[in-house]
């Protein structure tokens, strides 16, 4: 019986997280101010980087940093200032649009 615990519970550190994110809703706040400096779909513009294509949790990571007020970057200090006010929910959102953003010349 131990052993069948131990497996059970072992399992779920294995396991990603899972997000209920929503990413029609982040695609929403990301037009909001995001697009203004990384470019449609975060394909990136200027000096500012490409951030689509990346998993959710290094996303969400690098937003949670710049949100606590963390340098993590030559940008830091604009985006510490877009990131302060952004929700768990937010950033979670933004991070499920830009997982999977394709540019569209269209849009």
């Keep these: 019986m131990l052993r069948y615990l131990s497996c059970f519970v072992l399992s779920f550190l294995f396991l990603s997280p899972a997000y209920a994110a929503d990413p029609i809703a982040g695609e929403t706040r990301y037009k909001k101010t995001c697009v203004n400096c990384h470019g449609p779909a975060g394909k990136g513009a200027a000096s500012y980087p490409k951030i689509s294509g990346n998993e959710m949790e290094y996303t969400i990571n690098k937003l949670e940093t710049y949100r606590a007020g963390e340098k ?3 940008n830091s200090g604009l985006m510490i200032m877009m990131a302060k006010s952004l ?3 937010e950033i979670e959102n933004l991070a499920a649009y830009l997982k999977d953003a394709k540019y569209n010349v269209n849009d």
Excluded: F, K, V
């Design 87 to 89: 929700t768990d929910e």
């Design 72 to 74: 993590i970057g030559p």
